[in-house]
Each structure stands twice: as structure tokens, then as C-alpha cells.
């Protein structure tokens, strides 16, 4: 797809690992479980 290429997405070590407890946590409603499998997807270049 032509267009503006957007710059990679970093995640501290701290950040990512506050993202995937949230990800995987029962509790966590699912609309921030997504928000947070979404930026950590990001961060893989994905």
C-alpha cells in the first residue's frame, strides 16, 4: 500500500510486560485486552 511510512512502535521492557499481564488477566474488560494485544502487535512490527 503506497503511503506515509509510521514509525515503529517501542516498548520499554516495563510497558511490555504491563500490556501482556493485561492481555492475558480474566478480569480485563475485552475491549482493553484488545487495545493491548493491538499495541503489542504494533511494537512486533505486525
Do not use: F, H, Y
Not at 500490556?19 to 503489542?40: E, F, G, H, N, P
Amino acid at each position: 500500500m503506497a503511503g506515509r511510512r509510521l514509525t515503529p512502535l517501542t516498548l520499554s521492557d516495563e510497558k511490555r510486560l504491563e500490556l501482556k499481564a493485561l492481555a492475558v488477566r480474566r478480569k480485563t474488560s475485552q475491549a482493553l485486552v484488545s487495545r493491548a494485544r493491538i499495541m503489542l502487535a504494533c511494537a512486533e512490527g505486525n
